[in-house]
């Protein structure tokens, strides 16, 4: 699969609109086993300095935030 590097700018518009959704509807539905999992990925990110090589880190921390969602 090809990824045209235009389409990419389409992303961050459809994730704004779909985020407060899922943010409810993952609200609705958690367990405490997934609100500690957030927690603890809260935790990390918030311990992460931001240095160079943050970024990658940062993108992972976005990354499993989303699918926790």
Request: avoid cysteine; charged fraction near 25%; glycine fraction near 4%.
């Amino acid at each position: 699969m090809v990824v045209d590097i235009t389409e990419l700018a389409d992303v961050p518009e459809i994730r704004a609109s779909l985020e407060p959704l899922a943010a409810r509807r993952a609200a609705q539905v958690a367990t405490a086993g997934m609100l500690a999992e957030l927690r603890e990925t809260a935790a990390a990110i918030s311990g992460n300095a931001l240095t160079e090589g943050a970024l990658y880190d940062l993108m992972r921390f976005d990354m499993k935030v989303h699918r926790r969602i």
